[in-house]
């Protein structure tokens, strides 16, 4: 399917201008996007279609929205576009050189060498070394009429991340775990801050990034040559070996890959399973669907069992849609190229907007209801279009990590239907902060009662 938007492309055809919207000098788009961003992208493709430029943070930028803009930017045919400049702009500095930064060649070549981190094999063992983890966490937590979801989360993915990917937290030093956390909430913020110095200046996102950064590769660097003398089961174990073997990728690397890799799978997960408490929360005949499903697996499910999750499986898929936790991607064109027949000159900053392809009634039966069995084996609503649903972005920088995430995911979903019910009211929305990452600001409240013992046997 095309959108009613797109362009002719024949050899007479003069690629138009992007339209442009002014709104307030300097600040441009940027309020408007933070206040309510599905809002702000359904006013600009009404009003100006899937090519159109924008002011974010200072500069101008060109946005792509609906699955045929979105697909000719991640798929990048003429390689027109580059990851690093775009996301290098956002936050270059405090994730440097992780392979989201990489671009062409050289990201082929990291990619390669990382996949051997994420065979089957591996996520076996992964999954082995979290599931017990999950279920002593989650089981631990203490329900409550307004228990927080999204910080209990995010602390627990924190312990999960660092004992699947360093192989345990025995070396830190007492409150370093929370100092770690407090590093990469810091480092994901600095996306929209407005003084862009890497000087560590007090008061400043950049500058509470930039000591964040320091504090990451100082924690990971100390923890090194542990992981390569003993190695586990975990991922940096897994980094390490692969280079070592491959000889193409030295300590530095293994280091920049590391804090891009637990950034990823740290924020995404908490974001994924906060998006699932609240949908859920709003259902529950889907709650009770999906418990009775995690209830036949048992405490500590392997990859294999966490694939017969159908229901579950459909769960997440929709709250990815609704919910992605990367709504837009940062790009920018290496060269003159145009999009749908939209010119965008060499050097002009991208976001690829994904989010909005999510939410096209082109593509969507009734798109703002939460509805998983559209993706069920009958409707199959995401085959409406190549690009209709991209929650792990696409082409060759589709999310690496993305089986790992689905499991863990589904991990800790499991355990938290085996051992808790959960409401929260039908007109309740969270108050949502978009300046980087989205995650709810008041954390997400949810009635959690534990599950009634007579049910759970």
Known sequence: MSTPHAAPHNHLYRPAPAPRRSRLPLVGGTLEYVHDPLA???????????????????????????????????????????????????????????LMLLDFAEHHHYRHIMQEAFTRDRLEGYTRTLAPLVESGISGWTPGAGFRVHPALKSHTLDLATEVFMGGSEYAAPGELDRVNTAFVDCVQAANGWVRSTAPLPMTKWGRATRGR?????????????????????????????????????????????IFLLMAAHDTTTSTVSSMVYELGKDPVWQERCRRECLELGPQPTMADLDTLT?????????????????????????????????IPAGRLTAVMPLYSHYMPEYWTRPTLFDPERFSAERREDKSHRFAWEPFGGGVHKCLGMIFAG??????????????????????VPPMRNESLPFPDDGLPVSLRPLDRVRAT
């Open 311 to 343: 229901d579950v499986d459909l769960v997440m898929r929709e709250t990815l849609r609704l919910h992605p936790p990367v709504p837009v991607l940062a790009r920018q064109a290496v060269k003159d190229t145009e999009v749908l027949g939209v010119h």
């Open 407 to 428: 499991l863990e995911t589904k991990l800790v979903i499991s355990a938290l239907l085996r051992h808790f019910e959960w409401s929260v009211p039908r007109d309740y």
């Open 40 to 98: 702000t992208m359904a006013r600009r493709y009404r009003d100006h279609g899937p090519v159109s430029e924008l002011s974010l943070l200072g500069r101008p930028w060109t946005a792509l929205m609906g699955p045929d803009a979105c697909q000719i930017a991640l798929q990048n045919k003429d390689k027109a576009f580059a990851n690093e400049p775009g996301w290098g702009y956002l936050v270059g500095p405090f994730f440097d050189r992780g």
């Open 214 to 258: 320091r504090l990451l590769e100082d924690f990971l660097r100390r923890h090194l040559a542990a992981r390569r003398a003993r190695p586990g089961e975990d991922l940096f174990s897994a980094l390490c070996q692969v280079a070592d073997s491959s000889g193409g990728i030295d300590d530095d690397d293994i280091i920049n890959q590391m």
